[in-house]
Nanobody, 123 residues
């Protein structure tokens, strides 16, 4: 059974950085997308970053491009999101997901496996 577990969330001041990690020991394939999503209460879940591990291709929503970096470790057991220059608009619950089919769409509907989320608060 595939389980995804996020960690690394917390509170940070504007301009600061956080690194989120998603442990995924049961998901080692490189053939499908892995991604990060975020959601604030009352709004739809938003795709912010994705990676196609087989080629290392990465995709970002405009609001985070140049500030966030998505990566997968060589052991294929962890997905990371380095978040720099954070601002209050980045405050949300962040989720990792796996088994996506079209990485560039950053569409939650494409993904099958989900973590429980980790809260990021920027003040």
């Amino acid at each position: 059974d595939v389980q995804l577990v996020e960690s690394g969330g917390g509170s940070v001041q504007a301009g600061g950085s956080l690194r989120l990690s998603c442990a995924a020991p049961g998901y080692t394939t490189s053939d499908y997308c892995m991604g990060w999503f975020r959601q604030v209460p009352g709004k739809e879940r938003e795709g912010i970053a994705a990676i196609y591990p087989a080629l290392g291709d990465t995709y970002y929503v405009d609001s985070v491009r140049g500030r966030f970096i998505v990566s997968r470790d060589n052991s294929k057991t962890r997905l990371d999101l380095q978040m720099n220059n954070l601002n209050p608009e980045d405050t949300a619950m962040y989720y990792c997901a796996a088994d996506g089919r079209v990485c560039s769409r950053l569409d939650p509907e494409d993904y099958y496996y989900w973590g429980q989320g980790t809260q990021v608060t920027v003040s």
